[in-house]
T-cell receptor
Framework: DAKTTQPNSMESNEEEPVHLPCNHS???????IHWYRQLPSQGPEYVIH???SNVNNRMASLAIAEDRKSSTLILHRATLRDAAVYYC???????????FGSGTKLNVKP | DTAVSQTPKYLVTQMGNDKSIKCEQN?????MYWYKQDSKKFLKIMFS???????INETVPNRFSPKSPDKAHLNLHINSLELGDSAVYFC??????????????FGPGTRLTVT
């Protein structure tokens, strides 16, 4: 299975940018990089995904390294509501599977 | 409107019992999933159905049997419950992907406690 490696936890101040790193050195050419987050006592929530190019949406930006072996989720201005566990996931398109790693617990300080 | 719903939200039962968890999605998606999140918070895919057909079965014990009566529903039946089955079970759905990738929508989870 393709795997991802993320720091266990990170801390940020409210209204500051946050860069959440993810390593996926065994990524294959057909794997998409997805990011989800899970707020306490809730199901995971989609954040963003990409294949090779950097991506932006209303929630975040995704920066993908040129060799695709790592990526960074960027929250431009963290809010208290962004405190969650963030999962970097590789999606196997051939078999339609998502492989969740251990995630990064983001703490946002007021 | 709830996109992916699960019932019940909490389920407490004794070892050896048989129980079911229901899942419904109103998004018109073709693919549905069951995930298990253990006490260490690892999320692991168990099953996936596409248009009522099983497409993923991740070496789950055969005590777990998914049933999809139609593409909007995917239920999970568990026989002979064991202590190790205690976890939060999440249902999810998604469109069948083309080449663009797709997102999954998760339900709120069912916390199963086996005593």
């Amino acid at each position: 299975d393709a795997k991802t490696t993320q720091p266990n936890s990170m801390e940020s101040n409210e209204e500051e940018p946050v860069h959440l790193p993810c390593n996926h050195s065994t990524i294959s050419g057909t794997d998409y990089i997805h990011w989800y987050r899970q707020l306490p006592s809730q199901g995971p929530e989609y954040v963003i995904h990409g294949l090779t190019s950097n991506v932006n949406n209303r929630m975040a930006s995704l920066a993908i390294a040129e060799d695709r072996k790592s990526s960074t989720l960027i929250l431009h201005r963290a809010t208290l509501r962004d405190a969650a566990v963030y999962y970097c996931i590789l999606r196997d398109e051939d078999f339609n599977k998502f492989y969740f790693g251990s995630g990064t617990k983001l703490n946002v300080k007021p | 409107d709830t996109a992916v719903s699960q019932t019940p939200k909490y389920l407490v039962t004794q070892m050896g019992n048989d129980k079911s968890i229901k899942c419904e999605q109103n998004l018109g998606h073709d693919t549905m999933y069951w995930y298990k999140q253990d006490s260490k918070k690892f999320l692991k895919i168990m099953f996936s159905y596409n248009n009522k057909e099983l497409i993923i079965n991740e070496t789950v014990p055969n005590r777990f049997s998914p049933k999809s009566p139609d593409k909007a529903h995917l239920n999970l039946h568990i026989n002979s419950l064991e202590l190790g089955d205690s976890a939060v079970y999440f249902c999810a759905s998604s469109q069948v992907a083309g080449t663009g990738g797709h997102e999954q929508y998760f339900g709120p989870g069912t916390r199963l406690t086996v005593t």
